[in-house]
């Protein structure tokens, strides 16, 4: 492995790994956060790369988004719409893409002040919605996500310029450790992995179903999570929210209890930190993937 410390963030046409100090802040702002954030949730976003915030969804709320993710995937079971992820050997959803676009639910929660606010802070600009997914992950077959940092993704197949996004996860169902919750690599955002292996085209048709390329090697995997001093399993109960930096190393296991797992996510970028061209000469995801045209900036709902 080497360090390319001062250097930009490479990875996809490289012969080895990798590893590279973070160059971005990880809370862009410098001021105190306003009284509806905790300062001990923003602390422990910067130290950790992730926070949790219990219960934060909860009573009527809570139940209208519980059964708008039920609906949607009762509507969409079967469908051949390129918006729709079937699991990798059947016909079961196990992402729909694009939410705000198929349901004003999702819209407002997208624009949820407590939601809005926190990444608002972290970001320290206004924001957009670079992506968002309902991810299903059904009892007894649920597959798993393999470890990955969002931001190589992005950053390679999208063209993001800096880690300056944050992903929020609200959980639908309870996560807990039968039904595999995520995993995080704590404080593995402070260091950049860049992947052996070229991209192929339209790479996403595959890896949105079992991501090969851009996967850590693990020896990477193995050294941050010794230098973490372990692993960390997020859990908590329907209606609580994870918040989660661009470049931390994460995935899930596969869910063989009998108890479905199902969240929302959503992840909002700085209107600072829009789409360049991706590397490599590779082509544009999908609209519904990496919003370029749909990047009107986010206000909160009344």
Request: proline share 6%; with cysteine; net charge neutral.
């Amino acid at each position: 492995m080497i360090s390319l410390a001062n250097e930009y963030y490479p990875s996809r046409n490289i012969r080895e790994t990798v590893l590279a100090r973070r160059r971005e802040p990880v809370v862009w702002s410098n001021k105190a956060p306003s009284s509806s954030i905790s300062k001990d949730a923003v602390n422990h976003y910067q130290k950790n790369g992730f926070v949790v915030l219990p219960n934060l969804i909860s009573g009527k709320l809570l139940r209208i988004l519980q059964q708008e993710m039920h609906d949607l995937r009762e509507q969409y079971k079967g469908s051949r719409d390129e918006i729709v992820i079937n699991e990798p050997d059947s016909n079961t959803v196990r992402t729909l893409f694009n939410l705000p676009s198929m349901s004003q639910v999702f819209d407002e929660l997208s624009r949820h002040p407590a939601l809005l606010g926190f990444a608002r802070h972290v970001l320290d600009s206004e924001v957009y919605l670079h992506q968002t997914r309902l991810n299903y992950k059904s009892g007894f077959d649920g597959k798993e996500f393999y470890w990955h940092s969002d931001f190589e993704t992005w950053h390679v197949e999208d063209g993001m310029p800096a880690m300056r996004a944050v992903s929020c996860s609200v959980l639908l169902t309870d996560n807990n450790e039968f039904n595999g919750p995520l995993l995080v690599i704590p404080e593995s955002h402070k260091t950049y992995v860049g992947c052996v292996g070229e991209t192929p085209d339209e790479n996403f048709k595959s890896s949105l179903k079992t991501q090969q390329i851009g996967t850590p090697s693990p020896e990477s995997l193995s050294m941050l999570t010794q230098k973490a001093g372990g692993l960390e399993s997020i859990k908590g109960a329907a209606g609580s929210v994870i918040f989660f930096d661009s470049n931390l190393l994460h995935g899930s296991a596969g869910n063989i209890s009998p108890f479905a797992r199902a969240n929302v996510f959503m992840v909002y970028n700085s209107v600072e930190n829009k789409l360049g061209s991706p590397l490599h000469g590779l082509k544009p995801r999908p609209e519904y993937l990496a919003h370029r045209q749909q990047v009107s900036t986010l206000t909160p709902i009344q």
